[in-house]
């Protein structure tokens, strides 16, 4: 945020424009589908308990909770009954651009509802909307950089 703020130091909204969590939630449900609602729960509540204090049991902040959580799984697993199952399997190579996909269908709903949740401007749809799709970017080629150098290495 200190960086974003020194390059769009009059940007109306809180919101992150490279939000890394995203790319983090739609791993995490690609790869193990319902069971990351559990395993990413205890973090984005700490965290909103972190930036809003008592009010993460707010209704709006419980909701944006439980949207947070699971959205994502919820899509794969919508993808995977309309008969496009995207979920690892040994037999043969992820799609990473389905996944990535995904991704930002997901970004697209969460933005949407999470901002219905507190009732926000477009603005702040606009931004989440950004930095969730940002951040799932920047993670994936992260992640793709690296397994090309552990690849080569090994």
């Known amino acids: 945020m200190p960086l974003q703020d020194m390059f769009f130091p009059h940007y109306p909204s809180h919101a992150s424009l490279l939000f890394l969590p995203h790319g983090v939630r739609v791993l995490s449900a690609w790869l193990l589908g319902w069971r990351a609602v559990i395993a990413l729960l205890p973090g984005v509540f700490i ?11 707010l209704p709006s902040r419980l909701l944006a909770i ?4 699971t959205v994502v799984p919820a899509v794969f697993y919508a993808c ?12 043969h ?3 990473w651009v389905c996944v990535m996909g995904v991704g930002v269908v997901t970004s697209v ?3 949407l509802l999470t901002n219905m949740a507190f009732g926000s401007a477009a603005v702040e749809y606009i931004a989440y909307l950004i930095g969730d799709i940002f951040g799932l970017l920047f993670l994936m080629l992260g992640l793709h950089y690296a397994f090309r150098v552990a690849e080569r290495r090994g």
């Open 109 to 111: 709903l969460v933005s």
């Open 80 to 91: 995977k009954a309309a008969g496009w199952d995207l979920f690892p399997r040994a037999d």
């Open 66 to 69: 439980t949207i947070a959580v």
């Open 47 to 57: 965290v909103f308990a972190m930036v809003g204090g008592w009010d993460v049991f």
């Open 93 to 95: 190579k992820p799609c």
